[in-house]
């Protein structure tokens, strides 16, 4: 009996008989009781923190199971154990680590179908681990969303006390690659760049963009990663020093017929309020699952290109680091030598899951009022709208209900009634569904005593600063722009009010002055920074 041993020992005149206690094979012998394997993007080739695993004692499942696809691989499969996943991404990788006992030589099966009719579909000995599941060998690509069952057994036929741990390379589920590109939710110049949000995803595909060197918000040279001649833009609103994303090359696959996706993506990320002020982003690193399951993974650059073997039918974590919260960043994605692929990014952190046009205020007596407005959001519950006098601890004023989940502008407004004399501190603490929460940037809104005139820069975009005077009845006489020198960028005496926009989109970043000529001879004077 393989899992029963009797001993009977002769003691002087007598017989003695042990009977040993049964070793019962392991839990996952048979398909129907598999081990669920849970995938994750590695850091290196090496790194394997999946389940433990043996064939000591296992039986064989081929006397219970249907013959069909189960004797078609090499050895004998008499002692083979199961697992069992759910394909996340065309492209998985198989790794076994810490092998150890009677024998090394390990073979794996792996099949479709369910636990007590399965269906071979790809055979490999393991000989030269990790196991790139990728369709290289005339095997066709795994479809994400379908159950996969794994059979791990000894190539020898007599029994094994082989050990292992077993991992399995893809995207988490929650991750799961989407199946076909995210139309048209990429922009074809750096100004048409739409902002990503979390729980979304964004993309395109590569050939029916322009080239970069025909932006005419782009200046020449700019952009350095392969050669513009598909070019598409994503950006993004930093909410933390780190910012994540998942990146798919989702196809045309790389092995299939007719694939123009053989090279892959190029993608380059930038710093900048405006497209014609971009500057390179160099803190990037990305791990991952290559166009041929190979583990990939860089840091360094702000190009990722096809030296990371970017391809069809691959899959990257990006991380973006040294990140300042607030400041707007830009992406860049090329077909690499013109290969046109689809591909999607989905935010995994770090960015607002609102994208706010603007968070502005004025004083209107004895009362502040409060203004924004939303581009778009994602499982927006709501604004708690905080308050505070120094500008560091803050207190809630109320909750204005969110859109959820909208596509399009939503105005929202909330009076503050009896604000603080002197400069009040405000912000936004957006909360989702699920009870997460971002801030969003601090407003000030200066309540001055009356007949002292006072100057606010009150919210600024790439393009346009919008003001206020407070503590006066009559709007100034004249407005300027100044910058760091005293040269005057911007003058203006006609139409002035007592709140208003001014367009700066001429103005390089930096720092400068609005300064007020009041009707009683006053000067009011504010800094701000262009970044």
Known sequence: ????????????????SIKATAIAPPSNDNPCNATVLTPYLPTSTSSCAGASGTVNMATNSSTTLPMAGITSCTGTEDDDVWYTFVATNPVMTLNLSSITGSTTDLEAALYTGTCSNLTNYACDGLSGLPWEMDGGTGTVYLTPGTTYFLQIYSWSSSAQTTSF????????????????APPGTAGDWCSTAPTMTLNGDYG?????????????????????????????????????????????????????????????????????????????????????????G?????????????SAAFGGG????????????GAKYYIKIDGYDGDVCDYAFRPESGLLPVTYLFFKGSNNGKTNMLNWTTASEQNNDGFDVEYSR???HFSSLGFVNGAGNATSENSYQFIHERPSEGVNYYRL????????????????????????PGLR???????????????????????????????????????????????????ALGIYYLRAVNWDGSVSVTKWIKQ
């Open 1 to 16: 009996m393989r899992n029963l041993l009797h001993f009977i020992f002769y003691v002087g005149s007598v017989f003695v």
């Open 165 to 180: 741990n077993i991992c399995l390379y893809g995207p988490e589920p929650a991750y799961q690659a989407p199946t076909g």
């Open 204 to 292: 395109g595909n590569t050939g029916s963009y322009g080239a970069s060197n025909g932006d005419p918000n782009i200046p020449d040279g700019a952009t350095t990663c392969g050669i513009d001649n598909n070019t598409s833009w994503l950006s993004f609103i930093a909410s933390s020093t780190t910012a994540s994303f998942y990146l798919y090359t989702i196809g045309p696959l790389e092995n299939a017929s007719g694939s123009t996706c053989t090279g892959g993506l190029e993608v380059q990320f930038f710093k900048g309020e405006t497209c014609s002020s971009l500057s390179y982003h160099n803190n990037v690193s990305w791990n991952g699952l290559d166009n041929d």
């Open 294 to 306: 190979n583990v990939a993974t860089a840091s360094g650059s702000n190009c990722i290109n096809s």
């Open 314 to 325: 691959s899959v990257q974590r990006v991380t973006l680091s040294s990140l300042m919260s």
């Open 390 to 392: 120094d500008g560091i």
């Open 429 to 452: 603490k957006q909360v989702d569904f699920d009870g997460k929460v971002e801030y969003s940037a601090i407003l000030k809104i200066n309540n001055g005593k009356d007949g002292k």
């Open 457 to 507: 820069i009150d919210s600024q975009s790439e393009a346009e600063l919008s003001y206020s005077l407070y503590g006066s009845d009559l709007p100034p006489a004249a407005l300027g722009v100044f910058d760091n020198l005293g040269r005057t960028m911007l003058a203006i005496t006609d139409n002035i009010s007592t709140s208003g926009t001014l367009d700066i989109s001429s103005l």
